[in-house]
C-alpha cells in the first residue's frame, strides 16, 4: 500500500487528468499535494457504498436554498462516482437526502440519528445555525463529520469539533450588511430580526459594524421564528420609522430585516404603511434570491420600491461553477444560491479526503479536511478553512428585486469586497439613479 505521501502525490495527478479527461470533477493545483500536518496511518481501503447524509430544508423557510442544494448534490454525487469509476475504484458514494425543517430543530437531530443507524457518518447540512446547534453535541460525541452548507452562526465558530461550515460566517456578512446601507445614505438603521441562533447573531453583527461606521441602530421587534402573521410587529417597526423619517428625512433612515421566507408575509403587512416604501431596506443571505418573494406581485413591487438588497456570499469562478449553474437552472429553472456551490463542493471534499486517507473513518476525513479544501477548485472556486473550521474569506454579491418583462426577477445589483469594505455597484445599478 502506498504511502501517505506517495498516495497524496497519486491523488493530486489523477484528480487533474481525470477532470480533464472527463470534463468535470474537482481539479487540484498542480504541484503534488504535501503529506497532512499530522501522519495519518492508512487502513485497509475502502471498498462498497460510502454513505453521506444530505439534511435541507425542503418545505420550511428555507426551502427554496433546499431545492437548490438538492440538485447540487444530485451533480456531485454523479460526477463523484463516475469518476470513482474512471479511476477503477471499488467504492461509491450514495447521497441519501433527509428533509428538516429550520423552525424545529429537533427534527434535524431525529433525522441525524435515523441516518446514523442506517450507517451513515458523513453529513451535509443542516441549512440554519439553530439545526446545526441543536446537532453539535451529537455529531460531536458519536464520531460523526458534520459539513454545513449554510448556517453562518459566529457562535458556533469552535476549533477542533466535528463541524464544518462551507460558507463565512455573519461576522463577515455583517459587516456587508452595514456597508451597503452606509452606501445608500442611511444613517439611522431599524433592525427587525428572527429570534434564532441565526439571527440574533447576525443583528449583533450588523449594529456593530453600523455603528463602527458612523450610523446609529435602532430595534424594532426580535420575532418568534414559528410566527407566520407579522401585523403588531410592522405597526410597530412602521411607528419606529416615522418618528425618525420626522427627525432625520426619508433619506437617511433604513430597516435592516433578518428574515427567511416570512419577509413575504412581513412585506405584505409593510405595504400597507406609506412610510416603509419611503425608506430603502436591506436584508441578507436567509432571503438573498428567495423565490417567494419574487411569486406575489403585490410582495415583488414593494421589494423593487424599497430597493431591498440583500448580501449572499460570492462563490469563486471555476471551471465546475458551469456545471452548478446549468444543471441546476435545467432542473429548476432558476439560477443557484451561493450554498448550493457550496453543497457541491461538501460532496466532493468528502469523496476525495476518504481517497487521501483511504479510509471512511470521519475522524481520518477530519484530520485532512482542510488541507483536501485548500487545494480544491470547487463548485464554489478556491477557498480555504479557518481554524474553526469555517470558510475563511468571502466578497458578498447584492441580489436586489427588480421588473422584468411580465414579472420580477432576482438581478445581481453588486458585491462587497471584504478586503475593502466597500461596494462596488453594477452598472444597470447606477444607471437606474440609484
Not at 480544491?376 to 481554524?387: A, D, I, P, R, Y
Amino acid at each position: 500500500m502506498a504511502t501517505t505521501g506517495s498516495k497524496a502525490y497519486i491523488l493530486a495527478v489523477i484528480l487533474l487528468v481525470v477532470g480533464l479527461l472527463v470534463g468535470y470533477g474537482v481539479g487540484i493545483m498542480t504541484a503534488p499535494a504535501p503529506a497532512p500536518t499530522e501522519e495519518v496511518t492508512p487502513t485497509a481501503g475502502v471498498s462498497g457504498t460510502v454513505k453521506i447524509g444530505l439534511l435541507v430544508d425542503l418545505t420550511g423557510g428555507l426551502a427554496t436554498y433546499g431545492e437548490n442544494s438538492q440538485a447540487a448534490a444530485e451533480l456531485a454525487e454523479r460526477q463523484v462516482n463516475d469518476w470513482l469509476a474512471a479511476r477503477g475504484e471499488d467504492w461509491r458514494i450514495d447521497v441519501i437526502v433527509e428533509g428538516t425543517v429550520p423552525e424545529d430543530p429537533s427534527i434535524a437531530l431525529a433525522k441525524v440519528q435515523s441516518l446514523q443507524a442506517q450507517g451513515v457518518r458523513f453529513i451535509v447540512g443542516p441549512m440554519s445555525s439553530a439545526e446545526v446547534s441543536e446537532l453539535k453535541a451529537y455529531v460531536d460525541a458519536n464520531n460523526i463529520l458534520l459539513i454545513s452548507m449554510s448556517s453562518t452562526s459566529p457562535a458556533l465558530a469552535i476549533p477542533n469539533d466535528n463541524v464544518f461550515r462551507f460558507c463565512p460566517t455573519d461576522v463577515i456578512q455583517g459587516p456587508a450588511a452595514a456597508a451597503v446601507a452606509w452606501a445608500q445614505g442611511i444613517r439611522h438603521l431599524v433592525i427587525m430580526w428572527r429570534g434564532d441562533t441565526w439571527g440574533d447573531g447576525l443583528k449583533e453583527s450588523v449594529a456593530e459594524a453600523f455603528q463602527k461606521l458612523g450610523g446609529q441602530v435602532h430595534e424594532a421587534s426580535r420575532y418568534s421564528p414559528d410566527a407566520t402573521e407579522f401585523s403588531a410587529e410592522v405597526a410597530d417597526l412602521a411607528s419606529i420609522v416615522q418618528d425618525l423619517v420626522n427627525q432625520f428625512g426619508a433619506d437617511q433612515v433604513g430597516v435592516e430585516l433578518i428574515a427567511f421566507k416570512e419577509a413575504a408575509a412581513i412585506f405584505q403587512a409593510a405595504a400597507g404603511y406609506d412610510v416603509l416604501r419611503q425608506v430603502k431596506w436591506v436584508g441578507s443571505d436567509g432571503t438573498a434570491q428567495l423565490s417567494q418573494l419574487i411569486e406575489t406581485a403585490e410582495v415583488a413591487q414593494f421589494a423593487t420600491d424599497v430597493e431591498f438588497l440583500n448580501p449572499i456570499f460570492a462563490p469563486g469562478a471555476s471551471p465546475f461553477h458551469d456545471d452548478v449553474l446549468n444543471y441546476v437552472k435545467q432542473k429548476l429553472g432558476r439560477e443557484p444560491d451561493a450554498y448550493a456551490y457550496a453543497t457541491y463542493d461538501a460532496i466532493w471534499a468528502i469523496a476525495m479526503a476518504i481517497e487521501w486517507v483511504d479510509s471512511d473513518d470521519p475522524m481520518k476525513v477530519k484530520e485532512v479536511l482542510p488541507e483536501v479544501v485548500a487545494r480544491m477548485v470547487g463548485g464554489s472556486g478556491v477557498f480555504q478553512l479557518n481554524e474553526d473550521g469555517d470558510r475563511a474569506f468571502s466578497d458578498y454579491d447584492l441580489y436586489v428585486v427588480w421588473p422584468t418583462d411580465g414579472g420580477y426577477e432576482w438581478r445581481k445589483a453588486g458585491v462587497y469586497r471584504a478586503a475593502t469594505g466597500t461596494v462596488e455597484w453594477e452598472d444597470w445599478w447606477l444607471a437606474r439613479g440609484g
